[in-house]
């Protein structure tokens, strides 16, 4: 993460209301952290994220240049494989954040979390 990116992130958290989505947790989270109000985990079920996870890895896979996407089925290097492994760390330390945090909520309902949002909305 640039300089540049820091800076501006940290105008924008000065705001009354900002979202930051969870690909950016770890160079941010210094400064987006301590601000955060709501940690909101979407864990969506198995089966959607696999149908998800394959279904990117084979879009990139006939649409990008590179070897990553390329060769999405090898062990070594391939997408899937790095995404489960990767998923079961996160949802370890995620898990252990829930426990100690009030702030984090994990939502495996997506439909349901922005059904909720709305009728928030609606309600202003």
């Not at 993460?1 to 000065?14: I, N, W």
């Not at 198995?46 to 990117?56: A, E, K």
């Not at 252990?96 to 709305?118: G, I, P």
């Amino acid at each position: 993460m640039t300089g540049k990116a820091q800076v501006l992130v940290r105008e924008h958290v000065q705001h009354a209301t900002w979202v930051i989505d969870g690909n950016q947790w770890v160079p941010l989270k210094e400064i987006t952290y301590p601000l955060a109000t709501d940690v909101i985990w979407l864990d969506p079920p198995l089966h959607v994220w696999i149908y998800r996870l394959f279904s990117r890895a084979i879009k990139k896979a006939f649409s990008e240049s590179g070897s990553f996407y390329k060769d999405f089925l090898n062990p070594k290097t391939s997408i899937i494989v790095l995404a489960f492994q990767r998923r079961k760390k996160k949802s370890r330390n995620w898990n252990k954040m829930l426990e100690r945090d009030s702030r984090w909520q994990r939502v495996t309902d997506t439909a349901a979390f922005l059904q909720s949002l709305e009728n928030y909305r609606r309600q202003e």
